[in-house]
C-alpha cells in the first residue's frame, strides 16, 4: 500500500513524497483512514514505527481542508504541508499559511 491509497489530499501526498515516504508502516496503514472519519483510535507499536504520523496526517489534512473551506479567497501556494525531521528522530510540521 502507498500513501495515495489513504485518501489524503495531493498536498499531503506531495509533501510525504518529497520527504522520502512513499509506503505507510503499519501502525499508520491502520489508522489513519479511521483519524480520517473522525474515529477515535487506540494503537499500540513499537517506537519508531510512525504512531504520531499516523494520527498527525490526518489532523493537518482536517485543519487544512477546514482553512480552505473557510477561506474566501484561497489560492492554492504550491506546497502548503511538509515534514521537517528533528535531531531526536521525531519531526516538525510544517504548515505554510494560504
Known amino acids: 500500500m502507498k500513501f495515495e491509497d489513504l485518501n489524503l489530499i495531493k498536498e ?4 510525504l513524497k518529497d ?3 512513499d509506503n505507510p508502516t503499519s501502525i499508520q496503514e ?3 483512514p479511521h483519524v480520517l472519519k ?21 489532523i493537518i489534512q482536517k485543519i487544512y481542508e477546514q ?7 484561497y489560492k492554492p ?4 504541508v511538509g515534514t521537517e525531521p ?11 499559511p494560504i
Open 77 to 80: 501556494s504550491g506546497n502548503p
Open 67 to 73: 482553512k480552505i473551506k473557510n477561506s474566501k479567497n
Open 86 to 96: 528533528s535531531g531526536d528522530g521525531s519531526f516538525w510540521v510544517n504548515i505554510q
Open 30 to 32: 491502520q489508522a489513519i
Open 38 to 58: 473522525g474515529r477515535d483510535v487506540l494503537g499500540c507499536a513499537q517506537t519508531g514505527t510512525g504512531k504520531t504520523a499516523a494520527f498527525a496526517i490526518p
Open 12 to 15: 499531503i501526498n506531495k509533501a
Open 19 to 21: 520527504e522520502g515516504y
